[in-house]
């Protein structure tokens, strides 16, 4: 039977399980369901063992499949170590470490800490990642990642650099066409950058008492880098976040939508690599550095 197992078909039974249904575990692999269904059907077929029982839409484990779960997710863990540490066999010329990061820190952040880092550290190479969703260190996507939240998979080690804060910003080019808005309701009547498939700004503005009509927009995107060159031209109102904007105008600077902490993470096991090791110190230093300075530093 061992030979006949194949070790992804145990990394599909145990996404389903954690996830409770096909579609949502196939997302999480980024995987076509008919395949991760052929890897569940395969897996109970060459162990004789019925895994899941249908509810609905939902997947609930039978009592052999919780009782198989547990050898399931070790075997998943020693299968995602072993390629882990199989990245840190490649030899130390290579020089390349694989960094993830969402597409706002790639377009603001990341230009400047990788000339930092090619100045302070020649013989290093970056492979940027770009993902607004949270790349699946597992499986070697990256090694590295730069999340806006403290991630809660409990093999993984964070550190947290500082924070963001977000508010509403315009550019001069805007005040030389729109009266510069004192209070909400002013702000409100002028023209807005928004998202098309989130409702960050309509969620932001009922918590306030305000309902804001889909006219008062002159752009909607769900690209933040997008909405930053937007606001830069002087098309409207933009939320933003404080740390990259130091030549935008805050307006309403008493108003903060929301404050994002900035975490570098990774797996512990990997920093025993010293390349590794090497890049994710320079990229805490440096977000520690950009996080914290103060407004006039980063203004200038």
Not at 69 to 74: C, Q, R, S, V, Y
Request: glycine share 6%; net charge negative; with cysteine.
């Amino acid at each position: 039977m061992l030979d006949e197992l194949d070790w992804r078909w145990m990394r599909s039974f145990a996404a389903v399980a954690e996830a409770g249904s096909m579609q949502s575990a196939a997302r999480e692999l980024r995987m076509s369901q008919p395949t991760l269904s052929r890897h569940i059907v395969a897996l109970e077929e060459t162990l004789g063992i019925k895994l899941f029982a249908r509810s609905g839409r939902r997947l609930a484990l039978t009592e052999r499949g919780e009782q198989l779960l547990a050898h399931a997710m070790d075997a998943k863990r020693s299968i995602e170590q072993l390629v882990r540490t199989s990245s840190t066999l490649q030899t130390e010329a290579a020089g390349a470490v694989r960094v993830s990061m969402t597409h706002f820190m790639g377009s603001f952040f990341a230009p400047q800490w990788l000339m930092a880092l090619s100045r302070d550290e020649p013989t290093l190479a970056v492979e940027l990642v770009l993902d607004d969703r949270d790349t699946d260190l597992s499986d070697g996507s990256a090694e590295i990642a730069l999340r806006m939240h403290r991630p809660t998979q409990g093999d993984l080690i964070a550190r947290r650099c500082g924070s963001m804060e977000y508010g509403f910003y315009v550019s001069t080019a805007f005040l030389e066409r729109y009266e510069k808005p004192m209070v909400l309701d002013e702000l409100l009547e002028r023209p807005l950058i928004g998202f098309d498939r989130f409702d960050a700004w309509e969620r932001g503005a009922r918590s306030m008492g305000y309902t804001i009509p889909s006219e008062c927009y002159k752009l909607r995107t769900d690209s933040p880098e997008v909405h930053a060159r937007a606001c830069e031209a002087g098309l409207g109102v933009a939320v933003l976040p404080d740390v990259f904007v130091p030549h935008l105008i805050r307006v309403l600077p008493e108003i903060t939508l929301k404050t994002l902490d900035v975490y570098v993470t990774g797996y512990a096991d990997l920093r025993s690599t010293p390349r590794i090791d090497r890049v994710w110190s320079h990229l805490v230093s440096t977000a520690e550095g950009v996080l914290n300075a103060p407004a006039t530093a980063r203004a200038s």
